[in-house]
T-cell receptor, first 108, second 114 residues
Framework: GQNIDQPTEMTATEGAIVQINCTYQTSGFNGLFWYQQHAGEAPTFLSYNVLDGLEEKGRFSSFLSRSKGYSYLLLKELQMKDSASYLCLNNQGGKLIFGQGTELSVKP | EAQVTQNPRYLITVTGKKLTVTCSQNMNHEYMSWYRQDPGLGLRQIYYSMNVEVTDKGDVPEGYKVSRKEKRNFPLILESPSPNQTSLYFC?????????????FGPGTRLTVT
């Protein structure tokens, strides 16, 4: 069943910063992933958090709080090509649960 | 080139006609998985495999079978397809390094069952 929640859609302006939140069921937690998916394409890996704190990778950062069952993906200096769906994924020891995805639209 | 391949990429079939979607990876990954993606429901895991001869049910296994006889291949079998199995299917593999399951996805198979 669905145990992971993220907003359905968001809109932001080119050059701005956007934060996409994700809450998940904490039982059996083994790591939290973020993926990017452009329409009609396969998802591609962005980040992985298993310990609390912030992981930075270029323009993208991801944060995890295990006690709160909460993560966010931070995208800086937004570009038009960042318009895509962003998927939160909860690893429960091999069984992988995706959120429904957040459709991000970047406008000029 | 390291990759996950799926065949066929597109398939239109009729209710009840058995079909197999193949998945193969050339990265010697232990973990492989099948997902379906439907509008409004996101990606849902069908089956996964931690290693050869080891398979487990994901969230939506009903109506599907899998096998893992060798490390590189993980076929998805629909014994009697029905229209509600019309979907976009993705296969993925992962090295499971340090407990991580960073996945590499195949290009997808768009299946229509009439």
């Amino acid at each position: 069943g669905q145990n992971i929640d993220q907003p359905t859609e968001m809109t932001a302006t080119e050059g701005a910063i956007v934060q996409i939140n994700c809450t998940y069921q904490t039982s059996g937690f083994n790591g939290l992933f973020w993926y990017q998916q452009h329409a009609g394409e396969a998802p591609t890996f962005l980040s992985y958090n298993v310990l609390d704190g912030l992981e930075e990778k270029g323009r993208f950062s991801s944060f995890l709080s295990r006690s709160k069952g909460y993560s966010y993906l931070l995208l800086k200096e937004l570009q038009m090509k960042d318009s895509a769906s962003y998927l939160c994924l909860n690893n429960q020891g091999g069984k992988l649960i995706f959120g429904q995805g957040t459709e991000l639209s970047v406008k000029p | 080139e390291a990759q996950v391949t799926q065949n066929p990429r597109y398939l239109i079939t009729v209710t009840g006609k058995k079909l197999t979607v193949t998945c193969s990876q050339n990265m010697n990954h232990e973990y492989m998985s099948w997902y379906r993606q439907d509008p409004g429901l996101g990606l849902r895991q069908i089956y996964y495999s931690m290693n050869v001869e080891v398979t487990d049910k994901g969230d939506v296994p009903e109506g599907y079978k899998v096998s893992r006889k060798e490390k590189r291949n993980f076929p998805l079998i629909l014994e009697s397809p029905s229209p509600n199995q019309t979907s976009l299917y993705f296969c993925a593999s992962s090295p499971r390094e340090r407990g991580s399951y960073e996945q590499y996805f195949g290009p997808g198979t768009r299946l229509t069952v009439t």
